[in-house]
């Protein structure tokens, strides 16, 4: 799940919409970029990139 800022409101993410070679795993607290997409379960978060990949 993401957090976007300012927000309390939890979006899902699927592994094959992070956006990373290899292993893809999201860490607590790691800031990421995304996109948004509405679906039928709701909201999802698509493209995740890392904010930290410099």
Do not use: H, W
Not at 36 to 43: F, I
């Amino acid at each position: 799940m993401i957090t976007p800022d300012g927000s309390a409101v939890e979006i899902g993410v699927a592994c094959s919409d992070i956006a990373a070679e290899g292993f893809k795993i999201l860490y607590e607290g790691q800031r990421v970029m995304f996109e948004v997409a509405q679906t039928r379960k709701g909201p999802a978060a698509k493209n995740v990139t890392s904010r930290d990949q410099d």
